[in-house]
């Protein structure tokens, strides 16, 4: 059974940073995709960042050029660097992997809070 394990969420005031890590353990299968998505209170959820196994990576606009997604393929774990965050950042955060022999699996979502 494959899980992801997502840390790294928390309380930052606006203009700070975290970094948001997720682990998927329960199979020796790479990961095709890894991505973040989030979630605010009455709005859809909505990509934030992906990345693919061999590195090709898309941000959603909102994002480009404060965050940065990166993967090690070793450990199967994607991570998002978050900087310069927003007050419009806060939402819960959720990590999805795409793997193309098993489907897609979801992490269960940490709370990212900016003050402003």
């Known amino acids: 059974q494959v899980q992801l394990v997502e840390s790294g969420g928390g309380l930052v005031q606006a203009g700070g940073s975290l970094r948001l890590s997720c682990a998927a353990s329960g199979t020796f299968f790479l990961a095709n995709a890894m991505g973040w998505y989030r979630q605010a209170p009455g709005k859809e959820r909505e990509l934030v960042a992906a990345?693919?196994?061999?590195?090709?990576?898309n941000y959603a606009d909102s994002v480009k050029g404060r965050f940065t997604i990166s993967r090690d393929n070793a450990k199967n774990t994607v991570y998002l660097q978050m900087n310069s965050l927003r007050s419009e950042d806060t939402a819960v955060y959720y990590c999805n992997a795409a793997f193309i022999q098993l489907g897609q699996y979801w992490g269960q979502g940490t709370q990212v809070t900016v003050s402003s």
């Open positions: 990345i693919t196994s061999g590195g090709s990576t």
